[in-house]
């Protein structure tokens, strides 16, 4: 963007340097969960591994922005990965108490996806080699063990239904991460395979809409009614696929992207606060009017790459999201069907979708 970026500023001079600072349990080398306003208290009782993984990502894009700090919150959250959320048989577990000891819990595909974004962000932080072994080996530890005969993954292990798009969705940006950290293995054939199962099983071509929950078989629950749909997916695919063209794996013209743009920007925003809200039908008919933080940075992300945007509709969404967000580097996390804000403490999960979309390359993604 030409001139000024108030968003940017923000994340850069107040967020980044506000959760550098109180967003880490230094005594316990870990992450916090959440921060409250005014206290900048965490009221968690347990830890994460998406965060730990979704921070180790924000941290190493802050470290390429200068932000101080940032290349040692990057090597802490590494060393949590490997020390005490990395498995004996293979794996990472998915929850801890507060002194990192991993609770009993199954092992998610959505939170392992994570860990190899993080493995891919840390490798412009931290020596490459050994970060690529691991992610390789993680790899292996997907395909070996979540992979589902009926294509695609298991959502958990053990398995659960229903079946979801979503932890699909971020294994691929991980994927296409990874092969641009480590410039060469298994990474952009497996993106290609998620690529295909978004095309075959995600997107219904009558509605271009996107597929949230499916059967064991990846066949979509509908009714009458269609199915339930998010709008803030339909932005990160359509920021996903624009990725998959820059690095050759999709036609220029391939029409899936303006599908989900097209329905996302017809059905899915509040009919007074315009914010991207939290579910419709595959009908159209909305379903769901309250709304998150991340769907409005998913929003910013497309629109800022997408040629068909307007600078009208780029700058309401810039200003609709600076909208939820504090000037001390916190933010609301959610509003009601009225568009109020509700009270509560920033998630530190949030952090990952505001560096994705106010740092985000408009030609690369």
């Not at 589902?148 to 079946?163: A, K, M, N």
């Not at 199962?197 to 064991?216: I, N, W, Y």
Request: glycine share 8%; charged share 20%.
């Amino acid at each position: 963007m030409d001139g000024p970026d108030p968003l940017r500023d923000w994340l850069l001079h107040a967020a980044l340097p506000l959760w550098l600072a109180r967003g880490i349990d230094h005594g316990a080398s870990g992450f916090h969960e959440a921060l409250a306003p005014g206290t900048y208290h965490c009221g968690a009782e347990f830890r994460r591994l998406r965060v730990a993984a979704r921070q180790v990502f924000v941290f190493a894009r802050a470290q390429a922005q200068g932000v101080a700090s940032a290349d040692a919150a990057v090597a802490l959250g590494v060393d949590f990965l490997a020390r005490h959320a990395a498995l004996p048989g293979g794996g990472y577990a998915s929850r801890f108490t507060l002194a990192n000891q991993p609770i009993a819990a199954p092992l998610d595909l959505y939170d392992h996806a994570f860990v190899l974004l993080a493995l891919a962000s840390a490798a412009s932080v931290l020596p490459a080699a050994p970060l690529r072994a691991r992610a390789l080996a993680l790899l292996d530890f997907i395909d070996t063990e979540f992979a589902h005969p009926l294509g695609g993954y298991q959502e958990s292990l053990p398995p659960s239904l229903p079946r979801r798009q979503n932890p699909h969705m971020h294994l691929l940006e991980a994927l296409l991460a990874a092969h641009e950290a480590f410039s060469d293995g298994p990474f952009l054939a497996r993106a290609r395979t998620l690529l295909d199962l978004f095309q075959s099983r995600f997107l219904d071509p009558a509605t271009g809409a996107l597929v949230e929950f499916l059967g064991d078989d990846l066949r979509p629950a509908r009714s009458e009614a269609g199915f339930l749909v998010e709008p803030g997916h339909h932005y990160e695919w359509v920021w996903l696929l624009h990725r998959a063209r820059v690095l050759g794996l999709s036609a220029a013209d391939d029409p899936s992207a303006a599908a989900l743009m097209g329905f996302a920007e017809q059905h899915g925003a509040h009919p007074t606060s315009q914010d991207a809200i939290d579910g419709l039908r595959s009908t159209g008919t909305q379903h769901v009017l309250t709304s998150r933080l991340w769907p409005q940075t998913e929003r910013l992300k497309a629109l800022r790459l997408w040629p068909g945007a307007s600078p009208a509709a780029r700058a309401q969404a810039a200003s609709g999201l600076a909208r939820w967000l504090l000037p001390d580097g916190l933010w609301h996390e959610r509003r009601d069907a009225d568009g109020a804000p509700i009270p509560g403490p920033a998630p530190a999960s949030s952090l990952y979708h505001l560096t994705c979309a106010i740092l985000a390359d408009p030609l690369r993604g």
